[in-house]
């Protein structure tokens, strides 16, 4: 029939009307009728992705075949010059979650640190080389036996420290003071001439007494901060040796020694000097050898560091904990995480401010509903307000009349349904990197040689005979 047109796609055949195909919605289609001049066209396209162009150009209505990837649908619509905006909106949703994580995976490859990790390229005899494969070694980037046992020598050198301070502040191995001895004194008769004296020179003494006012103000800021003074915390090195505990020293000895000379290492082989000690880990490193050595100073000086000045040295000490940072952010699952934890920073302005909505609207509601004695402020209701939204409760503050009960339960349930909102978006681009990255430690068998898939012929098997009619 005249009026039928043959379109024939790798090899599957497809019968139309030629009116049909000449008042489709695909423009490009319908040039190719107008130009054609035969009832049979040959197209050389996928077969699935052109199904749905040709379903479109039909019916006006775009979708996406499942078994299609949205790369090669996007190729296919770049072909016949059809705009994505035409496609369904659930179809349309996969196309862009398909170019967001796109768009992802490309900022995660290009995504680095302020650390040098690269070095220029140098001839097999330069010394570079050499300190080139010490700085991979010492950055964990090898994956030799050599890169292997440093990793497990710094990780057991970073725990070492860690729980040397840790395991000192155990209550038998703190400073013990002797309690002060209650001398018993008489109170001796008042002296008029002394109190005339001091009240003719009040006047003398207000800027003095102005400055110990201020200096108490101070110390009862710090001790709002740290209610007790550290040195009875965090025993010092000449009191590790007094106790009979100097298997702490010699572990500061130790763990001082090795993180030295990694640190003089990595200064001899950094690729990058500058941007090396910019970096926030290498400058906490250096703050603590720098506070380490100040402690042994002082020890073999024999000179007492209970006062508040000298005691910022073991305040120092509290961030030996970010060592382990050094070891696990090259840690695969660490990487994807931290990062994860970048691109989800609107997220986290999300979860902030609906927090801060949540104080503010909770806590001035308890405060008014409660009594003074449960709750003395709304400063002191936001701390009841935070950990009930994050589902922690305490029990430190407890509303006790039905409508404070009721603004409870209303501020836990709102906290549970932020939580499940919005976790779920880190767990997925976590999930979805983590994926990704694992791809490259994934050894996949190369194709075997056609020697090897070659099959020994047997009685059994049955000759077939391919011939021309």
């Known amino acids: 029939m005249v009026n039928e047109l043959f379109v024939y796609v790798t090899g599957q055949k497809y019968c139309f009307s030629i009116e049909d195909i000449s008042e489709g919605h695909c423009e490009k289609i319908r040039d190719l009728v107008r130009e054609c001049p035969s009832q049979r066209i040959i197209i050389n396209r996928p077969k699935k992705a052109f199904e749905a162009i040709l379903d479109f150009h039909l019916t006006g209505i775009l979708h996406m075949p499942i078994s299609t990837c949205p790369e090669e649908f996007k190729e296919e619509l770049d072909f016949?010059?059809?705009?994505?905006?035409?496609?369904?909106?659930c179809c349309l949703n996969r196309l862009a979650s398909h170019y967001r994580e796109k768009a992802l995976l490309k900022d995660y490859k290009n995504s680095g640190t302020c650390m040098p990790e690269k070095y220029e390229s140098y001839p097999k005899s330069s010394p570079r080389k050499i300190f080139q494969k010490v700085w991979n070694i010492l950055n964990y980037h090898d994956d030799c036996l050599v890169a292997k046992i440093y990793f497990f020598v710094s990780t057991s050198f970073i725990l070492l420290s860690i729980f040397g301070v840790a395991i000192s502040t155990l209550p038998e191995f703190r400073v013990k003071e002797a309690p002060p001895e209650a001398v018993p004194t008489a109170s001796p008769p008042p002296d008029y001439c002394k109190l005339l004296y001091d009240k003719l020179t009040s006047s003398k003494s207000l800027a003095v007494s102005l400055n110990k006012s201020i200096e108490r103000d101070g110390s009862?800021?710090?001790?709002?901060i740290f209610p007790e003074s550290v040195h009875k915390k965090i025993p010092s090195l000449q009191q590790t040796i007094d106790q009979g505990t100097t298997v702490f020293f010699y572990i500061e000895i130790a763990t001082t020694i090795f993180f030295t000379a990694e640190?003089?290492?990595?200064?001899?082989?950094?690729?990058?000097?500058l941007a090396y000690t910019c970096g926030l880990m290498n400058i906490v490193e250096i703050l603590l050898l720098l506070a380490s050595y100040c402690r042994f100073v002082l020890h073999f000086l024999e000179i007492d560091y209970n006062g508040t000045a000298w005691s910022l040295l073991l305040y120092v000490q509290m961030f030996r904990v970010l060592r382990i940072v050094r070891v696990m952010r090259h840690v695969l699952a660490f990487k994807v995480l931290n990062y994860s934890v970048k691109v989800g920073k609107k997220d986290l302005c999300i979860i902030i401010m609906y927090i801060f909505i949540g104080l503010m609207i909770f806590s001035n509601l308890v405060f008014f509903f409660e009594l003074s004695e449960d709750f003395r402020s709304i400063p002191d209701a936001w701390w009841w307000t935070l950990i009930t939204m994050t589902t922690v409760g305490y029990g430190d503050m407890i509303p006790k009349t039905i409508a404070g009960k009721l603004l409870g339960c209303v501020c836990a349930v709102s906290g549970v349904i932020m939580l499940s909102l919005v976790i779920p978006i880190f767990v997925n681009t976590f999930l979805f990197l983590y994926q990704f990255a694992e791809l490259e430690s994934v050894t996949i068998p190369a194709p075997k040689k056609p020697s090897e898939l070659k099959r020994k012929v047997t009685s059994d098997d049955t000759e077939v005979t391919f011939s021309s009619e």
């Open 263 to 273: 640190q003089v290492m990595r200064i001899l082989t950094c690729p990058a000097l």
């Open 220 to 224: 009862d800021f710090m001790t709002s």
């Open 80 to 89: 016949w010059e059809i705009s994505h905006k035409k496609m369904e909106r």
